[in-house]
């Protein structure tokens, strides 16, 4: 199909781009109720349902994370991080600083909070190996972890230059210490299985 001089013309269809102070507004007012949708780049993304495979290792690393990590953290499972870009994903394990009741009755945890991200990821993966770990290497968090459920391993993103992620390192056993708390050796299999 040739385009004529006419149809050059046209305006080109661009999406309408949510603000996080938009986008607040609306879920506060109820708008969203029962859809589940987070913010990515100022678009409204549609969030995949959570499978039990998805629930179960999530809900268990969450757990295994807090246990070994202890009142050094707080470990929020599918809760808004607000990051700069209008974009406020729902990961599904947030490693973030212990603010007390700063969460509850102020605000979400911010790019100066978070200590690491983890989605576990099945239909996501896609999503979430390429436009998260953009957006989370532009936001400059440290580290960000997939588990990739379709073959059970775990992708440990590092080294955010230009907001891009410089290392993509993939584990399927071992230990692994996060950025910030390098004493700390987690085992890989505690989170994939």
Known sequence: MTLTADDRRLPIVVPYRWTLERYHKAVAMGIFEGQPLELLEGALIEMSPVGILHAGLSS?????????????????????????????????????????????????????????????????????????????????????????????ELIVFRDSVEGEYQSQTAMTRGTISPIRFSTIQLDVTRLIW
Do not use: C, M
Not at 79 to 104: M, N, R
């Open 60 to 152: 268990d690393g969450a757990d295994y994370l807090r246990e070994q990590l202890g009142n050094q953290v707080k470990v929020r499972e599918a809760k808004p991080i607000t990051l700069p870009g209008d974009s406020e994903p729902e990961p599904d394990i947030a490693i973030v600083k212990p603010w007390g009741d700063i969460y509850k009755t102020e605000r979400h945890p911010q790019v100066e909070d978070i200590f690491w991200v983890i989605e576990y990821a099945n239909t996501s993966l896609a999503k979430d190996l390429q436009l998260k770990s953009k957006i989370y290497a532009r936001a400059n968090i440290l580290e960000y972890w997939v588990i990739n459920l379709r073959i059970r």
